[in-house]
């Protein structure tokens, strides 16, 4: 029995790959960076400078600049939303399948912008950034950033793009939390939203996994008290706190479907002999993600989800809801049980006890949180439907 | 920030301590142990020798013997199922609520016999336990252990107590597996079983939370292949396994409604200020499990409810089902996600299929798997009637 089993099966990649339809023609991207030398002063009043973020554009930006989308990424994301950067890339951007020519955000009309979160490790400062003060990554010296910062980080990469009024805003997950804070820290910019797959907070189950998640991490004596950046990384305690989160990204039913009770070897370093294929899955899952996200922004991150609440600030959650004066298109999935569509709802009951017109789409589907990642003939229509609606409304049309 | 957080809220204990009637008078017992000196012939064909079982009983045994109940832990769960061992301990055993003078499992009535599980490390022989070829503890050389090999270990107790026949076997989640394997291997020695809150094969869910809960233990540097007997413990996985066992344990109406979102403490060690009550809960009971369980037995025993599928060696799961022969009262609870009513019900179902006339009652709660050591009003007289036909229909009565 070992911690990390190397065995890779060959169609078990994230359901984004699976799930990407290959209709039109590749689209073609580059990472771009801006850094703002000055940084950028958080809600806590700390300030982190200079502040980089990295994004990726699709599509033109109209004269009038009307068409612009604003694409936000999940806990684990980055601002590769769409396409490719090379033609030998073996899969494109995490949400490729509803962005691009004709497609759902469709890069004929609209000017899609994504950038990796404030906090991340896809090119955006977070704590595995140097720290120009000391010369050595910020570690557990970054200061802690909210769901708010991340608003404001992209707020000033927008400035810098000359970016006044957003179309809409749409992303799923931790994403859906941004898309929600962007109309209420920015209302007056922001003409739609679309969250998927989110709420206005976490629950407190969705609050314990993620501290389980980070106790694996911390366990980790590579962690060395997040100091590990000219050392082993903690490996064993980021792939551990990554075969907990897929577990939360399916659900039970799609378990079953797809890897049901099944065996598929002899482990010869095991004990015990056979492996449950959904054991094997999720190794593989741990394995593949430690060589590309970085353990601290994992707990920055996930600490910034948990105490995201749209109420914050307010005396009843109704207050916090009602703050949210954007047109919205809120989509859930049935079986989603970490954003549930209960949560969603209470979410959406509450803008429309507040008198918004508030669209609500809860979807069939046994994809469980990855639902967003894969269920996408299901809910493209929804959207592009939407976001013509909102510009026609926009355009006197 | 730090891995052991050592609040100690007031009233987190297990459900089992916080339902816990008293009622009826306290009553008194004590653990026994025998030990076999020919040990056991394991499935595998493996022999553990010698074989101590650490055992409880309640009650008398009636001149005909035919009023003997066997009662199955649970995972983490030992012999001490009722009473107490002396005046002055805080909380009796854990299924305290049903097993007394007067209630389901009534003692003035019935024979009550409850022993450690073969793997089990509260005096049955275990990893922990001294391998008498070595003089050391076994740790991993310790044979895989399944359900059928303690089933076969009860056996031997209750053929030294010269007991042939049971009148009920019960017991929940994992001892509930144990239940319907008595049922599968000897039927001719069970008369009736209620298995509650379990199922006839772990689920790949379930077995996924066990999977990542293995790799929190075997990741802990202390673990050291299982050999942390002379030295430190592995307690930092041990606690991490246990936290996510927790998660598994409640569902999310009941975190919400128990903890909500509300923070308790500044907590000075970590980064990132506030605590959340259900971190909070959770590391409390982390921390109270090291202090009491073997890091080894708890993986032994989780792969052993991984492995234990109703269907092995059947053509079909209905074919394994229709092996058992006994009366059958099952129980479940509704919000219960890891041992799912769905999962009883199939069974039941397959059951019924081959005509078999299984009482079946899905119980309303919020208490998710924990509802079996919680919801004891909802569901006792289900066991106290049930029982009673039984014991009738058996007497000619």
């Known amino acids: 029995m070992t911690s990390n089993i190397k065995i890779q099966p060959e169609n078990w990649d994230d359901p984004s790959t699976a799930a990407t339809s290959s209709g039109g023609s590749k689209i073609f991207t580059q990472k771009k960076h801006v850094t703002f030398e000055d940084g950028i002063v958080l809600t806590s009043g700390e300030i982190i400078s200079p502040l980089t973020i990295a994004y990726e554009t699709f599509g033109s930006i109209s004269p009038k600049k009307d068409n612009v989308i604003l694409i936000d990424h999940a806990l684990t994301g980055d601002s590769h939303c ?55 990554p910020y570690a557990l010296s970054f200061p802690v ?95 551990i706190a990554r075969m907990i989160g897929h577990i939360t990204y399916l659900s039970s039913e799609s378990m079953l479907r797809k890897f049901g009770r099944r065996t598929r070897n002899n482990d ?24 590309r996200f970085d353990a601290n922004s994992y707990i920055y991150l996930t600490k910034a989800m948990d105490f995201y609440d749209i109420a914050e600030g307010c005396k009843t959650f109704e207050d916090g809801a009602a703050q949210i004066k954007s047109k919205a298109l809120f989509i859930s999935f049935r079986s989603d049980w970490l954003f549930s569509p209960r949560e969603t709802a209470e ?51």
């Open 145 to 239: 950033i909210t769901i708010r910062d991340m608003v404001n980080a992209q707020h000033k990469l927008l400035d810098h793009l000359g970016i006044d009024k957003l179309l809409a805003v749409s992303g799923g997950s931790m994403g859906g939390m941004s898309v929600l804070d962007w109309a209420v820290a920015y209302p007056e910019k922001v003409r739609s939203i679309i969250p998927v797959s989110t709420c206005g907070r976490l629950s407190p189950q969705g609050i314990a996994f993620s501290e389980v998640e980070r106790q694996a991490i911390i366990s980790d004596p590579n962690w060395n008290n997040g100091n590990y950046y000219n050392g082993e990384l903690p490996a064993n305690g980021l792939i």
């Open 82 to 136: 769409a396409g490719y950067y090379t033609e030998s890339d073996a899969k494109p951007g995490w949400w490729d399948p509803l962005i691009g020519p004709g497609k759902a955000f469709d890069t004929n009309k609209y000017f899609i912008v994504c950038s990796n979160c404030l906090g991340g490790c896809e090119g955006t400062t977070g704590p595995a950034s140097v720290n120009p003060k000391t010369g050595k």
């Open 268 to 291: 010869a370093n095991s004990r015990f002999g056979k492996q449950f294929e959904i054991e094997s899955y999720l190794h593989y899952q741990g394995d593949k993600f430690v060589e």
């Open 347 to 397: 979410l959406v009951d509450a803008m429309r006890k507040s008198g918004r017109e508030v669209d609500y789409h809860e979807i069939e589907s046994e994809y469980g949180h990855d639902a967003f990642l894969v269920e996408y003939p299901k809910y493209s229509y929804l959207i592009s439907r939407f976001i013509e609606r909102v510009y026609r409304f926009y355009n006197n049309d």
